[in-house]
């Protein structure tokens, strides 16, 4: 039997349709916001979702509406604030705070996977208060979502990164597929997937060849890059997003128990390649990292295709013992991500006379 979707009084909620140009609530807004800026800082982070921190503080199910009406030319008030909201936050999130949450990961990296374990994980009682009928369906949605997450960490812990240069017109297309894909499904990373499709190097070499084209004005320079990388990936990007979003908004929609189910075990198992006790190995020359062959040059180790030095970032990790410092200040910081989650996902909301939650948002 097919699960019926939820009605705007019900306390699942899992996907409200804006109406006409209704505003926004603020606390939705707020919610929106915080959201957008933890996405845009999960975007930084390898093996991080920026899909899970909007579904983390309660916003998922409005954002994947919101473009998916925007996506079929319906501009009203609300999916554009919305959808504004989200993305500004994301982008001004990423500019000031890179650097620094780069060098957080990168020199405290026990610490800071056990605080984005905390912050996924608070997001698990939002989609569990969501999911109204815990049918059969239901657990069989979670039992995929949770074995495609533990699938993907495995190849993540045995090095898969497809190396090779995988430049085609298609490939690049997929890749943007895949990256817009990782932006509206809650745990899956766009960056990872990237390097399981082999383009990860052609990608960033090609947007710091536009960059230099960009700085000098040198059209000629940045056509072949256009051209070759921009317009595959952004044409897939755009229809990964339309896409996507379509296809999640019909499931919730129609399907909203093993729809759900699936959302909670990816939340769930994107934090098994967020074991926080590991550590960067400064690699060996002959290793092949991101595609390419570290080597020696000038006394440092260096890639043997764009001669760029290889930085602690792209060092290979390896698991550690922590010491029971280490442990204890992790399960500080995953209660303390959790429970900064879990209150933000309950930010809005009220209680219905039948005692149940019920969103005062969308």
């Not at 208060?129 to 949770?146: D, E, H, P, Q, T």
């Not at 993540?156 to 597929?177: E, K, S, T, Y």
């Not at 934090?271 to 290793?287: K, S, Y």
């Not at 000038?298 to 290889?310: A, E, I, S």
Request: hydrophobic share 50%; glycine share 14%; with cysteine.
């Amino acid at each position: 039997m097919t699960d019926k979707p939820p009605n705007d009084n019900s306390p699942s909620g899992a996907m409200q349709t804006p109406q006409g140009n209704r505003a926004p609530h603020a606390s939705l807004l707020a919610r929106a916001g915080l959201g957008g800026a933890l996405m845009g800082m999960a975007n930084l982070v390898p093996g991080i979702s920026g899909g899970t921190m909007l579904l983390a503080t309660g916003v998922f199910p409005q954002f994947v509406q919101a473009v998916a009406d925007i996506t079929r030319l319906r501009f009203d008030r609300y999916a554009l604030l919305l959808i504004g909201t989200i993305t500004g936050a994301a982008v001004l999130a990423i500019g000031p705070f890179a650097g620094l949450i780069s060098r957080l990961v990168i020199d405290h990296t026990w610490a800071m996977y056990s605080l984005f374990i905390g912050l996924t994980l608070g997001g698990v009682p939002l989609i569990w208060r969501m999911a109204a009928n815990k049918s059969a369906a239901f657990w069989s949605g979670c039992a995929c979502g949770l074995l495609v997450m533990l699938g993907l960490a495995l190849m993540q812990a045995l090095g898969a990164d497809a190396r090779g240069a995988n430049d085609g017109f298609l490939i690049l297309f997929l890749a943007g597929v895949a990256a817009a894909s990782a932006m509206v499904l809650p745990g899956i990373s766009g960056g990872y997937l990237l390097l399981l499709l082999g383009v990860y190097v052609t990608i960033l070499e090609g947007i710091e060849q536009l960059f230099n084209a960009a700085r000098t004005l040198d059209i000629a320079q940045a056509l072949p890059p256009a051209l070759q990388i921009a317009l595959p990936l952004g044409l897939g990007i755009l229809a990964g997003i339309a896409g996507v979003s379509n296809l999640v908004k019909y499931v919730l929609t129609r399907f909203p128990g093993p729809t759900l189910g699936l959302l909670l075990g990816l939340l769930l198992g994107a934090v098994a390649g967020l074991w926080p006790f590991q550590q960067g190995v400064e690699p060996e020359v002959g290793m092949t990292l991101k595609g390419q062959t570290v080597i020696e040059a000038d006394g440092q180790l260096v890639y043997d295709q764009t001669r760029r030095p290889v930085e602690p970032g792209d060092y290979p990790r390896e698991f550690f013992p922590p010491s029971p410092a280490q442990a204890g200040g992790s399960l500080a910081l995953i209660a303390i991500g959790f429970t900064v989650t879990a209150a933000i996902s309950r930010i809005g909301r009220e209680r219905t006379p039948h005692g149940t939650d019920r969103d005062t948002g969308p």
